[in-house]
């Protein structure tokens, strides 16, 4: 594997369910991200990682829960969503800060119920 | 409050002909800027970039203009071809502001063959 992935692609949850988010990179980054794409909008940053340390939470409401056990992993934890959440979420990463490109994965397509 | 406008939802252009993309922002602390292109199902991919100190950057087809005063960039794609087809990102950031990149809402850009 190469780049970063990410699990599930498409994820279908109703408003009371539990779900996981996972990002992995294999690029040897320091820095990860999630990102929220909602349709005609700009990609909106949600938190950023940076040597496993969270330095950015873009005032994302608590239903979303991030985790990174190590430089290489990132999770969002999902509960009690709304459909207003339904987005493409996507994950990146970067060697430094944002003065390095990020790499973005392919995204999960989020459908809340 | 977006910091980062893309106006023009989508732009259709002849294939051989020039692509031009643009995007305005309002932060003047703003000092890097970038493009980023992304096709259907995949993730954002870093196409080219600029530095405020600098009022042109080129790569192959694709230049990058910015004009400061006017707080405007604009991204030239010539000669345009039908597989740059796919949706355009503009996005900028600070020096000193970490990994918070701020993201337009992107233009769908078609090339016709």
């Known amino acids: ?113 | 409050d977006q910091q980062v406008k893309q106006n023009s939802p989508s732009l259709s252009v002849q294939e051989g002909r020039i692509s031009i993309l643009n995007c305005d922002y309002t932060n003047s602390m703003f000092d890097y800027f970038l493009w980023y292109k992304k096709y259907p199902a995949e993730g954002p991919t870093f196409l080219i970039s600029i530095s405020s100190i600098k009022d042109k950057n080129e790569d192959g087809r694709f230049t990058v203009f910015l004009n400061k005063s006017a707080k405007h960039l604009s991204l030239h794609i010539v000669p345009s071809q039908p597989g740059d087809s796919a949706v355009y990102f503009c996005a900028a950031n600070t020096r000193t502001g970490g990994f918070k990149t701020i993201f337009g809402a992107g233009t769908r850009l078609f090339v016709k063959a």
């Open chain 1, 1 to 113: 594997e190469t780049g970063v992935t990410q699990t599930p692609r498409h994820l279908v949850m109703g408003m009371t369910n539990k779900k996981s988010l996972k990002c992995e990179q294999h690029l040897g980054h320091n820095a990860m991200y999630w990102y929220k794409q909602s349709a005609k909008k700009p990609l909106e940053l949600m938190f950023v990682y940076n040597f496993k340390e969270q330095t950015e939470n873009n005032s994302v409401p608590s239903r979303f829960s991030p985790e990174c056990p190590n430089s290489s992993h990132l999770f969002l934890h999902l509960h009690t969503l709304q459909p207003e959440d339904s987005a493409l979420y996507l994950c990146a990463s970067s060697q430094g800060d944002t003065l390095d490109t990020q790499y973005f994965g392919p995204g999960t397509r989020l459908t809340v119920l």
